[in-house]
Every structure is written in C-alpha cells, then in structure tokens.
C-alpha cells in the first residue's frame, strides 16, 4: 500500500502549497495572495489544468508537481482506460507551454504506465510524490550550496517569486537567499515586483514577510538605480527551462537584471533543480515563450493600467544568455561557465 499521508509538512521542508490526500488536490490559491490566503479543491483532471493555465499554482517545480498529481486524479477518472488517460496527460502537459519541469513530470508519469494496460492511480501516487519529495530535498541542497557562495555583506535582489509557492520545498533562488540571510551574510534583500502580475511584491514579500526575513521591493525601473548605487552584490534567481549551454530561461525581466548586474559588477546566480535542464534544448532561441493575455497588463492586481483594448506584447518569459550567468546551483553541484548540460540526458523521458 501507498502512504497516502501528507509526510512534506516539516517546518525544514517550507511550507506546503500543494497538497494531496490521494484524490483531491488542495492548492493556495496564487492569485489572491497576500489579501486573502484561499485554497482551491481540485478533484478532476480539468480543473488541474485550469489551476496551472490560470495561475493559481505557478513555478516551475510547483506546476509539475500538480500536474503529476493530476495524472493521479485522471488516472481514478479514466478506470481502465489508458488511451483517454495519455489525452489527458496531453492536455496536462499543454497547460503551459514554457517550463520543462511540466514535460518533465508528465513524462515521469507516463514511463511507469508504460506496460500497463489501464492507468493504476496508486502506481502514479507513489510516482508523483517521488516527484514531490525529491524536489522538497533538491530545494534543501541547493539552498546549502548557494548560500555557500555568497559573501558575508552581500546586497543580493532577486526576480519574480521562487519560494515555497513555486516549488515543493523550500524553494530555488528564495531558499538560497533565507539560508544566507539566516547565516548572517546578507545586508539587504530586495524583491523586483515582477509585472505585469506582481509575483515579486505579492508573493516573495509575503514569503519574506511570513518567514520573518526582512527585504524591500522595489520597482523594476530601480534595479539600476540600486545597482549604481552598489547595494547588489549578486542577482539570484530561479529559471523555468535551462539550455544545454546554459542559456536561462526565467520570468520576464530577468534578462534586463542579468545585463544590468555584468554592467555594476555584480555576480549573477541561477538556482534550479536538474528538473529544470532541458538538454534537448540547444540553446535558449529554441524555447517557446508563453505569451499572456494582454488584460494582465491593462488589468494588472485588479488596477487599471492601460486603456482596454490598447495594443500591448506580454511575453512572461525571456532568455539570458549563458555569458552573463555567473553560476548555475543544482542539487548536483554549482556549474560555472562554460556551461554543458547533456549529462541530465538520461532523466528524460
Ligand atoms: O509565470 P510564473 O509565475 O509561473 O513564472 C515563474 C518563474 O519565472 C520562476 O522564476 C521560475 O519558475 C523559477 S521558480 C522556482
């Protein structure tokens, strides 16, 4: 039998976003945060991708660790019949089209039905908390080794949000940046707001806030600003897709970061877990970027920014290239320049 119990719930492992009692997926619903904290139940396969398409789970990891469970939830809906299963993890796969972490899960879930003639929920169960929980331990890694690299007196400014709200654990760039805060080596931390959907000042200050930790927003237009004014030592982010010559794809905005920090002298840090190496990806050109709908620019946080209807370009994702990547922290070590992915070959599916 399959241990159906929530066993991630450890003050070391974050807090839980994401939760799963075998048949129904509660998520903290990204979209309110920080006015209201609301979970939304989710117990059928379309509801799963709603939640990713629509953001009330976002990140990287956290995306494929709920589509992973919604291989469960379609699994208990499609009994013995696989075919109607494998079109349902399709459509679970196109949710988003942008973070590998998605394929990644789905293809995980779909190797261990490889030979089965239906899909077998409590297989997929153990499979999609295998995914859970290795990622839960991935965080904690890399939080160690990151915070191993920064200095004692670093400024450190980081983009869009990569907590526990983004991943199973602790998270990628945030979770680097709490373990060096609580080692004493940041001076000041401070969280870009992310537009159009403000995933840095809603999400990342209220994990920062929730955590104890104390940061500044500010808006993107200041990163320069506060680099000139030499109070970034490192840019640390997380990414959603890695090339295999380390070309970074991340939240929109990153890039911008990424050149002004090579034009300040600070160092720039990218945390993800292997997960997140797609080494059937040449190079960062190749990634599709997820455009949005324009409304989260006009409408952005419920405000009215732009007239409705007015033209705009919302790509929510852009790709820094591998020059300007200081270093790249994974669970299997810190890569630096020049970068060469293809050992993550074997992980996919
Ligand atoms: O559109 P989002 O909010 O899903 O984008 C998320 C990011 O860009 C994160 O930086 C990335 O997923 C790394 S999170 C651990």
């Not at 009994?79 to 394929?103: F, M, Q, Y």
Request: proline share 4%; charged share 20%.
């Amino acid at each position: 039998m399959v241990d159906m119990s929530d066993d991630f719930s450890a003050p070391e492992n974050g807090f839980q976003a994401i939760r799963f009692d075998g048949r129904c997926l509660e998520l903290l619903d990204q979209r309110v945060l920080p006015v209201r904290e609301s979970w939304l139940s989710v117990d059928h396969v379309d509801g799963v991708i709603d939640a990713i398409a629509d953001l009330v789970v976002r990140g990287a990891p956290a995306i494929g660790i709920t589509a992973a469970y919604g291989a469960v939830i379609a699994a208990h809906q499609r009994v013995g019949d696989i075919r109607a299963w494998r079109g349902d993890l399709n459509r679970l796969e196109s949710a988003r089209p942008t973070a590998v972490n998605l394929s990644w899960a789905i293809a995980r879930m779909r190797r261990v039905m490889e030979s089965a003639d239906g899909p077998d929920p409590e297989v997929l169960l153990a499979e999609a908390r295998a995914i859970h929980r290795e990622d839960i331990a991935a965080n904690r890694t890399m939080a160690e080794l990151g915070s191993e690299q920064i200095d004692a007196g670093s400024g450190v400014l980081t983009h869009c949000n990569t907590g526990s709200l983004a991943t199973g654990g602790i998270g990628t760039a945030l979770g680097v940046i709490m373990a060096a805060a609580r080692k004493g080596r940041t001076t000041a931390i401070y969280a870009d707001e992310t537009r159009p959907w403000l995933q840095g000042s809603r999400l990342t200050a209220w994990e920062l806030a929730r955590a104890g930790i104390e940061a500044r927003v500010i808006v993107e237009g200041a990163a320069a600003a506060l680099m000139a004014a030499g109070r970034v030592q490192w840019v640390i982010t997380g990414s959603d897709r890695i090339a295999a010559n380390g070309d970074v794809v991340n939240k929109i905005g990153t890039y911008s970061l990424a050149v002004l920090a090579r034009q300040h002298g600070a160092r720039f840090m990218v945390v993800a877990p292997t997960s997140t190496v797609d080494p059937l990806m040449a190079s960062g050109d190749q990634v599709a970027i997820e455009q949005r709908d324009p409304s989260e620019i006009w409408r952005a946080a419920g405000m009215q920014n732009a007239p409705d209807g007015f033209l705009a370009w919302n790509p929510v994702f852009d790709v820094t290239p591998a020059e300007l990547v200081d270093c790249i922290v994974t669970e299997q070590g810190v890569f630096t320049p020049p970068y060469s992915f293809r050992m993550a070959e074997k992980g996919r599916g």
